[in-house]
């Protein structure tokens, strides 16, 4: 929740324009030295400066300028927002509290393994470690290695699943494709036939087989001739 002053001095310039509060009750509100609000309120800071109306704005509530018009020492609240806006995410690396710093070798083994193709900044940001811990137990050189055990990050509160899933789809669209295998089938044209010519292979060898009887048959005939014409 935003719980920030939008515009500090442009809002000092109208609470000095338009109210009766003290220089250092608008200097508390708008986080300003008491010094320049007097600055504003003399034309020396205010040069160029349009003021802005934190009651239409929804920040400041008109009850809560009217106390503090009535006591000097009341100093204002900001008003609840209507809207509740997200606190925006700082960058680096993820805060890991002390009673789970000790979880983190098992986390990081269990990525490792189980994630291979995350790299060492997506592993770094998930569980908040350094890159140079996550090569020590990569290649098992970590001085806790014997009593590591992989476990799952998320069991561990060390980051959330949807965190851990957007991770490993990032590293999933990073690696490189691999070759599809190849099973188209063979064409119709290729396999149609096969029986038939099969049958007409056999049909050559019965083919062929018969005419190699028919040619002993005729050698010995000839054969037969031969002797009988000897024997006269």
């Not at 503090?68 to 960058?91: F, M, Q, T, Y």
Request: aromatic share 4%.
């Amino acid at each position: 929740m935003a719980t920030q002053l939008l515009m500090p001095k442009a809002t000092a310039v109208w609470l000095v324009d338009n109210t009766a509060l003290s220089f250092d009750q608008i200097a508390a509100f708008c986080k300003l030295h008491p010094l320049e609000v007097k600055a504003i309120a003399d034309g020396d800071a205010s040069q160029g400066i349009k003021g802005l109306d934190p009651i239409n704005t929804g920040q400041l509530s008109r009850e809560e300028i009217a106390k503090g018009e009535k006591d000097i020492n009341h100093r204002l609240k900001l008003s609840e927002p209507k809207v509740r806006v997200p606190e925006a995410k700082r960058k680096g690396p993820r805060y890991t509290p002390l009673s789970k710093r000790q979880d983190r070798p098992n986390a990081i083994l269990w990525m490792v393994r189980n994630h291979p193709e995350l790299k060492d900044a997506q592993i770094s940001r998930l569980v908040g470690t350094t890159k140079a811990t996550i090569e020590q137990i990569r290649n098992r050189t970590h001085w806790n290695s014997a009593n590591l055990q992989p476990m799952d990050p998320v069991t561990l509160g060390l980051c959330t699943q949807i965190d851990l899933d957007i991770e490993v789809d990032r590293a999933a669209r990073n690696r490189p494709a691999t070759p599809a295998i190849d099973e188209t089938l063979i064409p119709a044209s290729a396999t149609e036939n096969i029986d038939y010519q099969s049958e007409l292979s056999k049909d050559d060898e019965e083919l062929d087989a018969e005419k190699v009887f028919a040619k002993l048959s005729s050698l010995k005939s000839n054969h037969a001739d031969e002797e009988e014409e000897d024997n006269f």
